[in-house]
């Protein structure tokens, strides 16, 4: 019965809030924006490197190598600690990763000219110590968002949320207590 949201994504599923925020305006309330796969930024070279890895049908090997190149070199200790068998999760679902979302993902179009059609509040996260990649693709999302807020979590990378948990939530609790849904 929800007829507007809150809607947090990270990394491609920021992407994919991005565009519910296109698609379905009237239903989105807020966009919270963990570091989104901008493709106007170049991927690292070990993303190529991982899907022909996974072609190769070395799915393992495909998963560490896309992790190391997006999230860093700690990101299985990462993902363990928060995740139990996070990794071995990771190489059952690869098919789905690199037959469906990364080739989608590689077909979606976001720039400035779909920004401007973004009218609800957005918080754009970033991870303080996220590669320089990263760094731009923020730069670029508030340059095309000049109403987002920005919000740099400290200690933490890509995998943001699960590296400072109480500092992203009371960042996210603070930007949703500024921008509450109105219940009638």
Known sequence: GARRAHVVGHSASACIALQMGLDVPGCVH??????????????????????????????????????????????????????PDAIDRAVADSGT????????????????????RISQPVLAVLGEASDSRFHERHQLLLSWLPHAESFVLPGAGHLLHLQNRKGFANGLADFLARHAIEVI
């Open 97 to 116: 990763f690199f037959g469906h979302e990364l080739p989608a993902l590689r077909q979606w179009s976001f720039g400035p000219d779909e920004a401007r």
């Open 30 to 83: 807020s966009l919270t924006l963990m570091e989104p796969a901008l493709r106007a930024v170049p991927s690292p070279p070990e993303v190529p490197q991982a899907v022909g890895l996974y072609q190769a049908g070395d799915r393992a090997a495909a998963v560490e190598t896309f992790l190391r190149g997006t999230c860093g070199p700690h990101s299985r200790a990462v993902l363990e600690m928060a995740i």
